[in-house]
Nanobody, 117 residues
Framework: QVQLVESGGGLVQAGGSLRLSCAVS????????MGWYRQALGKQRELVAT???????NYVDSVKGRFTISRDNAKNTVYLQMNNLKPEDTAVYLC???????????WGQGTQVTVSS
């Protein structure tokens, strides 16, 4: 099982940008799908974006055109570039990794993103 550590959250004004990072301990090549989820206070956890080992990406409709997920295999890191942030993007953002070989999903501890209006 891999370990994930997120960073890059913070407070930003509406319209601003943040880049989240998810550092992977162990080989990123053992991971088939990596994703970013978010959970706002009092709401269910929501899938934001995913990227496969082959580089295929997928986004929830509410962030399409504003967020970009990417991975740097050399740095064992996955990123979430968030542009044109809105107050409704405020949430704890969590990194997730799925390894199909053993059926395991790993989670990071989360990083808080707060967007002020």
């Amino acid at each position: 099982q891999v370990q994930l550590v997120e960073s890059g959250g913070g407070l930003v004004q509406a319209g601003g940008s943040l880049r989240l990072s998810c550092a992977v301990s162990g080989s990123i090549f053992s991971i088939d799908v990596m994703g970013w989820y978010r959970q706002a206070l009092g709401k269910q956890r929501e899938l934001v974006a995913t990227i496969t080992s082959g580089g295929k990406t997928n986004y929830v409709d509410s962030v399409k055109g504003r967020f970009t997920i990417s991975r740097d295999n050399a740095k064992n890191t996955v990123y979430l570039q968030m542009n044109n942030l809105k107050p409704e993007d405020t949430a704890v953002y969590l990194c997730s990794a799925v390894q199909l070989s053993n059926g395991k999903r790993s989670w990071g501890q989360g990083t808080q993103v707060t967007v002020s209006s």
